[in-house]
């Protein structure tokens, strides 16, 4: 058994986060052997509850993955509830106390996860707080967590980032974007480094585009109030999408190692082409949805929904094109798009690759009496909801004459493997326990990201769009197609 041993300190204990992904995954992590006697949880939060109350909602949050009582039962002694206001210096000496207490009788050997699943305006003073009450201690490990978003533009997040850095180094603090402990985001490396076939290809001789979409069907649901001022460029853009772009766009690490990739991925950002205002208002587009209709369902107008502003300017769609200047991608667009209220959900990667230099066949037609074009090879990979890649080549249609047709070889992980696999914070929760950092995000490529997208906000600032500008139910505003139609290119979407 490879049984890890730590106090965890929730912060946000009673919350969303911590209910609907936390206790589950630590219960699967426990179900595994990955936790076992040596382990404790402090949930805290403002509500005063007792432990038994605590301990009863762990037990109803792990509910899905049908413990039997005793599971059930042993899993949840092992959490204790401390009600706590962030900001009052006194209660952290009551958390230090039960700390103490829980370490000597877990026998933790002073190893602690200290994890902020709150609103990130608190995590400033809990980190001063951690140090000054002397919570921190010179045994064992002590590891902090961190949830999206880490700032809201690079000045903000450069202040956070101090102030933690003043508290913890770098390589104990592990700023979570929970897409990176998705399988198939960790398979986009195995795909490049482990077949020749893709790697010897993988640059601007051989591929013609690259599309990134992350496409939501739900609208903001009620997150109105976070979201109206947060919008789709800070909240998926800054984070998941460019440390996608990173890890498609990066050169190969020496070795496969947490400093080697991040080393790589940092370059990778840094050659993304920093645009003035005028070409980031050229090469990004913004929507936000307005009512709209798919298959019998009726939507209302993003404007409609509860806690946003009825004249918004938030953005629920953004679409764009990024440029990597450096000898393997130069000239090769990177497309993004990402929205609410789209017409399916689904996460997926595109790799387009060039044509052939001449089309043999193009005297050829089929048998309406069309040319015989090539559709381009493509390499999708398929993040969420269906896992898997597929490839799609031309082959001979079968018949008389010579008339090509796509053909799709399709790998999707069953439903039964993707259900056993862990979920993306179960694997996030036990790189931290190993203190591996690879699959979070560092300052420095936090740091680019956000230097790359505060140009968008700032030049988007300054100007209006006539919102709405998508139904609910499509795939986001004309501009989007137009976006790629500009470049000869449209975006490819197949099911
Ligand atoms: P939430 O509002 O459901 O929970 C917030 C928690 O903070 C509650 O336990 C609340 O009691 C506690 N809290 C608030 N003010 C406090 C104070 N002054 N003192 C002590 N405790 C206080 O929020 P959530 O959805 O769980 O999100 C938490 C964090 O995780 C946020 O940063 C959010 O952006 C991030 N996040 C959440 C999700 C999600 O699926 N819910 C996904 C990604 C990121």
Known sequence: MNEKIALFTIFGGTGDLAKRKLYPSLFRLYRKGNLAEHFAVIGTARREWTDEHYREIVRETIKDLAPSDEEAEAFSSHFYYQSHNVNDSEHYDTLKKLSDTLNDKYDLGGNHIYYLAMAPQFFGTIVQHLKSQQILTEQGFDRLIIEKPFGSDYASAYQLNEEIRAVFPEQDIFRIDHYLGKEMIQNISAIRFANNIFESQWNNRYIDNVQITFAESLGVEDRGGYYDHSGALK?????????????????????????????????????????????????????????????????????????????????????????????????????????????????????????????????????????????????????????????????????????????????????????????????????????????????????????????????????????????????????????????????????
């Open 235 to 495: 909240d998926m853009v800054q984070n998941h999408i460019l440390q996608v772009v990173a890890l498609l766009a990066m050169e190969p690490p020496v070795a496969f190692s947490e400093a080697d990739i991040r080393a790589e991925k940092v370059k990778a950002l840094q050659a993304i082409r920093l645009y003035s205002e005028k070409e980031a208002l050229e090469n990004f587009v913004r929507g936000q949805y307005g009512p709209g209709k798919l298959d019998d369902q009726t939507f209302i107008s993003y404007r409609e929904e509860p806690n946003v502003d009825e004249n918004s300017q938030t953005e629920t769609f953004v679409a764009g094109k990024f440029l990597i200047d450096n000898f393997r991608w130069s000239g090769v667009p990177f497309y993004i798009r990402t929205g609410k209220r789209l017409t399916e959900k689904g996460t997926r990667i595109n790799i387009v690759f060039k044509q052939v230099p001449i089309n043999v066949f193009k005297d050829d037609v089929d048998h309406c009496g069309e040319k015989n074009d090539l559709p381009p090879n493509v390499l999708t990979i398929y993040i969420q909801p269906t896992e898997g890649f597929s490839l799609t080549l031309n082959g001979k249609e079968i018949g008389q004459g010579f008339t090509t047709a796509p053909v799709k070889l399709d790998y999707r992980h069953s439903a039964e493997t993707t259900g056993n696999s862990p979920e993306a914070y179960e694997k996030l929760l036990l790189d931290s326990l190993n203190g591996d950092g690879t699959n979070f995000s560092h300052w420095d490529e936090v740091a680019q990201s956000w230097r790359i997208v505060d140009i968008i906000r700032q030049a988007w600032d300054k100007t209006t769009v006539d919102f709405p500008n998508y139904s609910a139910g499509s795939m986001g505003p004309d501009a989007a197609f137009d976006l790629l139609d500009r470049d000869h290119f449209s975006w490819d979407w197949q099911p």
